[in-house]
Protein backbone atom coordinates (compact mmCIF):
# COMPACT_ATOMS: atom_id res chain seq x y z
CA UNK A 1 0.00 0.00 0.00
CA UNK A 2 1.37 3.12 -0.98
CA UNK A 3 1.00 5.39 1.65
CA UNK A 4 3.13 8.27 4.19
CA UNK A 5 3.80 6.98 7.81
CA UNK A 6 5.04 8.95 10.51
CA UNK A 7 6.46 7.50 14.12
CA UNK A 8 6.18 7.73 16.77
CA UNK A 9 2.52 8.41 17.26
CA UNK A 10 3.01 9.75 20.71
CA UNK A 11 5.89 11.53 21.76
CA UNK A 12 7.40 12.57 25.25
CA UNK A 13 10.47 14.90 25.68
CA UNK A 14 11.88 16.61 28.66
CA UNK A 15 11.88 20.58 28.01
CA UNK A 16 15.73 21.33 26.24
CA UNK A 17 16.01 18.28 24.75
CA UNK A 18 15.92 18.08 20.48
CA UNK A 19 13.76 15.77 18.97
CA UNK A 20 13.33 14.32 15.56
CA UNK A 21 9.93 13.33 14.10
CA UNK A 22 9.94 10.46 11.51
CA UNK A 23 8.19 10.96 8.33
CA UNK A 24 8.35 8.34 5.30
CA UNK A 25 6.50 8.28 2.02
CA UNK A 26 6.29 5.65 -0.97
CA UNK A 27 4.10 7.21 -3.28
CA UNK A 28 6.95 8.62 -5.22
CA UNK A 29 6.00 12.25 -4.47
CA UNK A 30 8.84 15.03 -5.35
CA UNK A 31 7.33 17.03 -2.22
CA UNK A 32 7.19 16.80 0.84
CA UNK A 33 6.10 19.45 3.98
CA UNK A 34 5.94 19.52 7.53
CA UNK A 35 2.55 21.46 9.75
CA UNK A 36 1.83 22.30 12.92
CA UNK A 37 -1.36 21.82 14.68
CA UNK A 38 -2.28 23.52 17.77
CA UNK A 39 -5.98 22.31 19.42
CA UNK A 40 -8.64 23.97 17.64
CA UNK A 41 -6.71 25.83 14.90
CA UNK A 42 -5.92 25.18 11.52
CA UNK A 43 -2.57 23.87 9.83
CA UNK A 44 0.74 26.32 9.72
CA UNK A 45 3.35 25.62 7.58
CA UNK A 46 6.98 24.83 9.16
CA UNK A 47 9.47 23.16 6.18
CA UNK A 48 8.51 22.43 3.12
CA UNK A 49 10.73 20.90 0.55
CA UNK A 50 10.37 20.77 -3.52
CA UNK A 51 13.14 18.27 -4.41
CA UNK A 52 15.88 16.40 -2.43
CA UNK A 53 18.25 18.37 -1.09
CA UNK A 54 16.54 21.33 -1.10
CA UNK A 55 13.75 22.98 1.53
CA UNK A 56 12.57 26.67 2.12
CA UNK A 57 11.08 27.93 5.53
CA UNK A 58 6.93 27.99 6.00
CA UNK A 59 5.91 30.42 8.14
CA UNK A 60 6.92 29.16 11.74
CA UNK A 61 10.33 28.30 11.00
CA UNK A 62 11.92 29.25 13.71
CA UNK A 63 13.25 26.10 15.99
CA UNK A 64 12.74 23.55 13.96
CA UNK A 65 14.94 22.32 11.42
CA UNK A 66 14.56 19.42 8.41
CA UNK A 67 16.96 17.68 6.01
CA UNK A 68 16.20 16.09 2.67
CA UNK A 69 18.68 13.67 1.82
CA UNK A 70 16.40 10.91 0.18
CA UNK A 71 13.62 11.24 -1.88
CA UNK A 72 11.14 9.34 0.77
CA UNK A 73 12.26 10.46 3.81
CA UNK A 74 11.50 14.19 5.64
CA UNK A 75 12.43 14.34 9.31
CA UNK A 76 11.85 17.03 11.23
CA UNK A 77 13.84 18.02 14.66
CA UNK A 78 12.12 20.17 17.22
CA UNK A 79 15.15 22.02 18.81
CA UNK A 80 15.33 23.19 22.11
CA UNK A 81 15.14 26.86 21.01
CA UNK A 82 11.62 25.99 19.73
CA UNK A 83 9.60 28.15 22.66
CA UNK A 84 6.21 26.30 22.33
CA UNK A 85 6.65 22.76 20.94
CA UNK A 86 3.94 20.56 22.33
CA UNK A 87 1.72 20.64 19.04
CA UNK A 88 0.26 18.33 16.82
CA UNK A 89 2.42 17.76 13.62
CA UNK A 90 1.48 16.55 10.66
CA UNK A 91 3.53 15.22 7.19
CA UNK A 92 2.00 15.84 3.69
CA UNK A 93 3.27 14.84 0.28
CA UNK A 94 2.21 16.03 -3.32
CA UNK A 95 3.18 15.92 -6.93
CA UNK A 96 2.85 18.17 -9.47
CA UNK A 97 -0.38 16.01 -11.68
CA UNK A 98 -2.53 17.00 -9.44
CA UNK A 99 -1.81 18.89 -6.71
CA UNK A 100 -3.41 17.15 -3.53
CA UNK A 101 -1.76 16.73 -0.89
CA UNK A 102 -1.76 13.08 0.61
CA UNK A 103 -0.91 13.49 4.95
CA UNK A 104 0.44 10.86 7.03
CA UNK A 105 -1.37 9.95 10.46
CA UNK A 106 0.32 13.01 12.81
CA UNK A 107 2.75 12.87 15.60
CA UNK A 108 1.62 14.30 19.02
CA UNK A 109 4.71 15.60 20.96
CA UNK A 110 4.33 16.80 24.25
CA UNK A 111 7.21 18.77 26.21
CA UNK A 112 7.23 17.95 29.91
CA UNK B 1 -0.35 37.84 1.42
CA UNK B 2 -2.57 34.99 0.30
CA UNK B 3 -5.16 34.35 3.17
CA UNK B 4 -8.22 31.36 3.42
CA UNK B 5 -11.67 32.53 5.87
CA UNK B 6 -13.79 30.39 7.08
CA UNK B 7 -16.52 32.37 9.08
CA UNK B 8 -17.72 29.40 11.08
CA UNK B 9 -15.81 27.80 13.65
CA UNK B 10 -18.38 25.79 14.85
CA UNK B 11 -21.81 24.21 13.08
CA UNK B 12 -24.03 21.70 13.69
CA UNK B 13 -26.65 19.59 11.19
CA UNK B 14 -29.42 17.12 12.30
CA UNK B 15 -28.63 13.69 10.54
CA UNK B 16 -30.38 13.59 7.01
CA UNK B 17 -30.15 17.31 6.35
CA UNK B 18 -28.16 19.20 4.33
CA UNK B 19 -25.33 22.02 5.19
CA UNK B 20 -23.15 24.54 4.05
CA UNK B 21 -19.61 25.44 4.85
CA UNK B 22 -18.33 28.93 3.96
CA UNK B 23 -14.72 29.93 2.77
CA UNK B 24 -13.22 32.71 1.37
CA UNK B 25 -9.57 32.99 0.17
CA UNK B 26 -7.88 35.86 -1.06
CA UNK B 27 -5.25 35.48 -3.80
CA UNK B 28 -4.06 38.03 -6.85
CA UNK B 29 -3.12 34.43 -9.01
CA UNK B 30 -5.53 33.11 -11.79
CA UNK B 31 -4.27 29.76 -11.77
CA UNK B 32 -4.69 27.57 -8.47
CA UNK B 33 -6.86 24.51 -6.92
CA UNK B 34 -9.33 24.84 -3.86
CA UNK B 35 -9.20 21.86 -1.43
CA UNK B 36 -12.08 20.86 1.43
CA UNK B 37 -9.82 18.95 3.91
CA UNK B 38 -11.57 16.55 6.88
CA UNK B 39 -10.06 16.00 9.98
CA UNK B 40 -12.79 13.36 11.95
CA UNK B 41 -11.63 12.89 15.93
CA UNK B 42 -8.32 10.54 14.55
CA UNK B 43 -6.65 13.74 13.11
CA UNK B 44 -6.35 11.85 9.88
CA UNK B 45 -6.35 14.26 7.30
CA UNK B 46 -8.59 13.16 4.30
CA UNK B 47 -9.18 15.02 1.12
CA UNK B 48 -12.91 15.41 0.45
CA UNK B 49 -13.33 17.74 -2.99
CA UNK B 50 -11.21 19.57 -5.25
CA UNK B 51 -11.79 22.08 -7.67
CA UNK B 52 -9.55 23.78 -10.28
CA UNK B 53 -10.19 27.27 -10.48
CA UNK B 54 -9.75 27.40 -13.89
CA UNK B 55 -13.06 25.17 -14.63
CA UNK B 56 -16.42 26.78 -14.47
CA UNK B 57 -18.63 23.90 -13.57
CA UNK B 58 -18.67 22.74 -9.77
CA UNK B 59 -16.84 19.93 -8.21
CA UNK B 60 -18.81 17.20 -6.86
CA UNK B 61 -18.09 13.99 -5.15
CA UNK B 62 -21.03 11.89 -4.04
CA UNK B 63 -23.11 14.03 -1.00
CA UNK B 64 -20.33 16.44 -1.64
CA UNK B 65 -20.40 19.14 -3.77
CA UNK B 66 -18.84 22.87 -3.81
CA UNK B 67 -20.35 26.53 -4.97
CA UNK B 68 -17.19 27.98 -6.75
CA UNK B 69 -17.82 31.71 -7.41
CA UNK B 70 -14.21 32.56 -8.38
CA UNK B 71 -14.85 36.60 -8.70
CA UNK B 72 -16.14 35.97 -5.21
CA UNK B 73 -13.52 34.44 -4.61
CA UNK B 74 -15.73 32.01 -2.67
CA UNK B 75 -15.61 28.41 -2.49
CA UNK B 76 -18.14 26.75 -0.20
CA UNK B 77 -18.97 23.01 0.43
CA UNK B 78 -22.41 21.58 0.86
CA UNK B 79 -23.21 18.12 2.43
CA UNK B 80 -26.22 16.98 1.42
CA UNK B 81 -28.10 13.61 3.50
CA UNK B 82 -25.58 14.30 6.40
CA UNK B 83 -24.05 11.32 8.32
CA UNK B 84 -22.72 10.77 11.48
CA UNK B 85 -19.51 10.05 10.06
CA UNK B 86 -19.08 13.17 8.84
CA UNK B 87 -18.76 14.78 12.23
CA UNK B 88 -15.23 16.27 12.09
CA UNK B 89 -12.88 19.48 10.98
CA UNK B 90 -13.61 20.61 7.72
CA UNK B 91 -10.56 22.66 6.22
CA UNK B 92 -10.45 25.00 2.91
CA UNK B 93 -7.45 25.34 1.41
CA UNK B 94 -5.59 26.56 -1.89
CA UNK B 95 -2.52 26.14 -3.42
CA UNK B 96 -0.72 27.91 -6.25
CA UNK B 97 1.15 26.74 -9.14
CA UNK B 98 1.70 23.73 -6.89
CA UNK B 99 3.86 24.91 -3.90
CA UNK B 100 2.12 26.06 -1.08
CA UNK B 101 -0.40 24.85 0.14
CA UNK B 102 -2.77 27.55 2.12
CA UNK B 103 -5.32 26.21 4.66
CA UNK B 104 -8.13 28.25 6.49
CA UNK B 105 -8.96 27.94 10.29
CA UNK B 106 -11.51 25.04 10.22
CA UNK B 107 -15.17 24.85 11.14
CA UNK B 108 -15.74 21.79 13.13
CA UNK B 109 -19.30 20.50 12.31
CA UNK B 110 -21.13 18.51 14.27
CA UNK B 111 -23.88 15.51 13.18
CA UNK B 112 -26.24 15.00 15.38
CA UNK B 113 -28.26 11.80 15.37
Known amino acids: DGGITQSPKYLFRKEGQNVTLSCEQNLNHDAMYWYRQDPGQGLRLIYYSQIVNDFQKGDIAEGYSVSREKKESFPLTVTSAQKNPTAFYLCASSDDRDNEQFFGPGTRLTVL | AQTVTQSQPEMSVQEAETVTLSCTYD???????LFWYKQPPSRQMILVIRQEAYKQQNATENRFSVNFQKAAKSFSLKISDSQLGDTAMYFCAFILDGQNFVFGPGTRLSVLP
Open chain 2, 27 to 33: TSESNYY
